[in-house]
């Protein structure tokens, strides 16, 4: 059975993935599993706690996420066995991918020496030799702080061909401005006061320079490799149109930051992965519709023209509007029925900071759902030849969305609970109708506009 409550859900993770709460707050660090010296964070500081969140690399590529057991210590010796078992296949996977040989234990990847690069180092190296110049958008209200730490962020990456743009979405004053005046002098700052995080996304796209435009939202660090990470998506293979990447949890302070990422967060897994409608279709019967699998908006970039070509975002769609969210699924959706690629690169990766009370994900709980709903019947305006395949879908989408599922909660490692799934089904069920009102009123300030 499910869990009913938030409360009961928190105590099956505790059970399921021995976590327990009051551990909290559960710090983050990286390996790099390549990297010498005797102790696993030879760039930063092991935290004595019960339980510590490690992302693992190796040549910077992430392998996984670990949770280890801070009071034993940074030792590689004390964590080796653990961090072996459970990502051995990866190592090997990435290793043969390289044209290394295998390994034996963790000592055989650390400061071992090739005649030439890892592969991978090579992929990175090709792409920094002549780098697209990449406009980062940055769409924001009235959190100048959490901005900063953004933009902090991104001026820290190792890629050196690219331009921020900060659009202050209908702000209720100045203080994002005379932040960003202060701060920042490189970044570039406009304004757009049509509420949506969709409109503030069309402003960003209407003055950026960039061949790609790479999104992020306002709450997240990027990582020092994810603009090159980026790149490397868009060269991938050919007629990319969308590249998303990897969101990991910036901090697990909180029952209700827990509860979210062992839900699974807004993580799709450390696989590169390449979807289309022909060649590289997913076996999932919902796709293209069932968009959420191929990204999140807080982490996504398109082709420019690509996007231009497609008119941008559905205004009447995310954040600040009725729809509440769906203009990430949208786009990602129009990109690959278009006939284009979408490219999940797990190496451009972001830090999300999570909500931190119960209410606020109950809120972000219904948003999902009102914004699947509204992206839903968003699709069927801007691509109505997809009605039929759309009918053919609904069966299946109906009973993943409102059926009961016949599996216990043993087998189900991210339980979410009942209440949350009940505000999920009905902002599902409105969405459509929040659509249709949002669309509405974007039709009448348009006209009012003159535009």
């Known amino acids: 059975m499910r869990p009913q409550s938030v409360a009961d859900a928190v105590r ?7 976590i327990d709460v009051s551990d909290l707050p559960i710090p983050r660090m990286e390996i790099e599993l390549s990297a010498p010296g005797e102790d696993l964070t030879p760039e930063g500081e092991w935290h004595d706690s019960p339980r510590v969140m490690a992302l693992v690399r190796l040549h910077g590529h992430p392998l996984g996420v670990l949770f280890l057991d801070g009071s034993a210590g940074p030792s590689r010796q004390v964590h080796a066995a653990g961090i072996w078992a459970s990502l051995r296949p990866r190592i090997d996977t990435h290793l043969a991918a390289d044209g290394l040989p295998d390994a034996s234990t963790l000592d055989d990847l650390v400061g071992s020496t090739t005649p030439t690069p890892p592969g991978c180092e090579r992929a990175r190296d090709a792409v920094l030799s002549s780098p697209p110049l990449i406009s980062v958008v940055v769409a924001t209200r009235d959190r100048p702080e959490s901005l900063s730490v953004c933009l902090n962020s991104l001026l820290a990456s190792t890629y050196r061909r690219f331009e921020i743009v900060v659009v202050d979405n209908d702000p209720s004053g100045d203080d994002t401005a005379t932040m960003i005046a202060e701060r920042f002098e490189s ?11 969709a409109s503030a996304h069309n402003r960003g796209l209407a003055v950026a320079q960039g061949r ?12 020092r490799h994810w603009m090159t990470a980026i790149a490397q998506g868009f060269a991938e ?7 998303t990447g990897l969101i990991l949890p910036e901090q697990l302070e909180t029952p209700a930051q827990l509860l979210l990422e062992h839900r699974g967060g807004y993580g799709k897994g450390f696989d590169l992965k390449i979807y289309d409608t022909s060649g590289h279709r997913p076996d999932d019967p919902l796709f ?13 970039a398109f082709d420019a023209e690509i996007l231009r070509a497609m008119g941008g975002f559905d205004a009447a769609l995310g954040v600040g509007t009725r729809a509440r969210g769906g203009d990430d699924m949208s786009g990602f959706f129009r990109t690959v029925v278009a006939g284009h690629r979408l490219v999940y690169q797990p190496g451009a990766i972001v830090w999300h900071r999570h909500y ?20 839903l019947a968003s699709s069927l305006v801007f691509e109505p030849r997809m009605i039929v395949e759309l009918i053919r879908c609904f069966p299946r989408a109906f009973a993943k969305a409102f059926l009961p599922r016949t599996t216990s909660v043993e087998s189900q490692p991210h339980p979410w609970p009942t209440e949350l799934v009940n505000v999920e089904r009905r902002g599902l069920v409105v969405g459509p109708a ?15 506009c003159g535009s």
């Open 187 to 197: 970044v570039r700052y406009v304004r757009e006061y049509r509420r949506g995080l």
């Open 434 to 448: 929040a659509y249709a009102m949002s669309r509405w009123r974007a039709r009448r300030i348009d006209e009012r």
């Open 237 to 243: 293979t050919d007629d990319v149109g969308c590249v």
């Open 288 to 300: 293209p519709f069932a968009a959420g699998q191929l990204g999140s908006g807080a982490n996504m």
């Open 356 to 375: 931190r009370d119960m209410a606020a994900l109950r809120n972000m709980a219904r948003g999902c759902g009102v914004g699947m709903g509204a992206y």
């Open 212 to 223: 790609i435009i790479a999104f992020v939202d306002d709450d997240v660090l990027v990582d």
């Open 12 to 18: 099956v993770i505790d059970s399921v993935h021995e």
